[in-house]
């Protein structure tokens, strides 16, 4: 399934954005023949490919494939290091949800940041990996990928999930939209998440259908029935059905546990306070 986002009001990474839904509104502004590329074209239901080449934060040689080898759904973001403004406040607000999230990157799902600057060093990868690890504070070893590539490698990839970004010559800086793919574990894309603003609710339901059934408890999946996709937004909403059939849950757990609490007390009352009197006693 492809679907293309256009995103005419989206602007130079030096300029600031318009809100956390911006990204999916149409407004009715010219749009300079340089952006008319920078857009979303969802390839819901495409793969990536497993053998695209980067260079991780440690300097390894490291293949795409090699972050979905097991059974593990990708959070993907493509961004650059150096990029003072718009990447700084997608990145913090993804940093911002992982960390309300309760799930930690590494359990159950990975993290990968891809730069779509092929000047990019990855000692400049690792600063942004140690500083984004720091703030988060669960250790060193959290499982989020900072890489960076050849332009060759980095087009590819972006082509392949539909992400559209430019390079601007006079402001040496790149336009970009800001979009969070998710990859199911055999790298078919899942899912998009649009904004500057995310929440851990969005992150969490977005991984469970990538996951394909493998990420949530049963109690997660009860919650996520109760709420939808919201195309025009690019975030899960609650359905007013979905919310009576929660609520009609709850009732029905509170009503029975009320029961077994009664029950519970009858059964144990003729012990507690009805002790028989000995036949004979003068009591």
Same mark, same amino acid.
């Given at each position: 399934?492809?679907?293309?986002?256009?995103?005419?009001?989206?602007?130079?990474?030096?300029?600031?954005?318009?809100?956390?839904?911006?990204?999916?509104?149409?407004?009715?502004?010219?749009?300079?023949?340089?952006?008319?590329?920078?857009?979303?074209?969802?390839?819901?239901?495409?793969?990536?490919?497993?053998?695209?080449?980067?260079?991780?934060?440690?300097?390894?040689?490291?293949?795409?494939?090699?972050?979905?080898?097991?059974?593990?759904?990708?959070?993907?973001?493509?961004?650059?290091?150096?990029?003072?403004?718009?990447?700084?406040?997608? +990145?913090?607000?993804?940093?911002?949800? !992982?960390?309300?999230?309760?799930?930690? =990157?590494? *359990? &159950?799902?990975?993290?990968?940041? #891809?730069?779509?600057?092929?000047?990019?060093?990855?000692?400049?990868?690792?600063?942004?990996?140690?500083?984004?690890?720091?703030?988060?504070?669960?250790?060193?070893?959290?499982?989020?990928?900072?890489?960076?590539?050849?332009?060759?490698?980095?087009?590819?990839?972006?082509?392949?999930?539909?992400?559209?970004?430019?390079?601007?010559?006079?402001?040496?800086?790149?336009?970009?939209?800001?979009?969070?793919?998710?990859?199911?574990?055999?790298?078919?894309?899942?899912?998009?998440?649009?904004? +500057?603003?995310?929440?851990?609710?969005? !992150?969490?339901?977005?991984?469970?259908? =990538?996951? *394909? &059934?493998?990420?949530?408890?049963? #109690?997660?999946?009860?919650?996520?029935?109760?709420?939808?996709?919201?195309?025009?937004?690019?975030?899960?909403?609650?359905?007013?059905?979905?919310?009576?059939?929660?609520?009609?849950?709850?009732?029905?757990?509170?009503?029975?546990?009320?029961?077994?609490?009664?029950?519970?007390?009858?059964?144990?009352?003729?012990?507690?306070?009805?002790?028989?009197?000995?036949?004979?006693?003068?009591?």
């Amino acid at each position: 399934m492809t679907r293309s986002r256009a995103i005419p009001a989206l602007l130079f990474s030096g300029l600031v954005a318009w809100g956390a839904g911006w990204s999916r509104v149409a407004v009715a502004v010219d749009v300079p023949t340089q952006l008319e590329e920078v857009t979303v074209v969802e390839h819901l239901g495409d793969r990536v490919d497993p053998t695209l080449r980067f260079t991780d934060h440690t300097g390894a040689d490291v293949a795409l494939g090699d972050y979905l080898s097991d059974g593990r759904p990708v959070l993907l973001t493509l961004n650059y290091y150096s990029c003072a403004t718009l990447c700084g406040v997608q +990145l913090n607000a993804l940093h911002g949800a !992982l960390k309300e999230l309760d799930w930690t =990157a590494g *359990e &159950g799902f990975r993290v990968v940041t #891809v730069s779509i600057n092929p000047r990019e060093t990855p000692e400049l990868a690792q600063q942004k990996r140690d500083a984004y690890l720091a703030s988060l504070g669960r250790g060193d070893d959290v499982d989020w990928n900072f890489l960076v590539a050849d332009e060759d490698q980095v087009r590819a990839l972006a082509n392949q999930v539909g992400f559209g970004y430019r390079f601007d010559e006079k402001s040496q800086q790149y336009a970009h939209p800001a979009v969070l793919t998710f990859l199911a574990p055999d790298g078919t894309v899942a899912r998009y998440v649009y904004g +500057l603003e995310y929440q851990a609710q969005d !992150l969490r339901f977005a991984l469970m259908e =990538a996951s *394909e &059934g493998r990420l949530g408890s049963p #109690v997660d999946k009860l919650i996520l029935s109760c709420f939808h996709y919201d195309e025009t937004v690019g975030r899960y909403s609650a359905t007013a059905f979905g919310v009576m059939r929660l609520g009609g849950v709850a009732s029905i757990l509170f009503v029975g546990g009320l029961g077994f609490a009664m029950w519970r007390r009858e059964r144990l009352r003729p012990d507690a306070l009805h002790t028989e009197t000995p036949e004979g006693s003068d009591a």
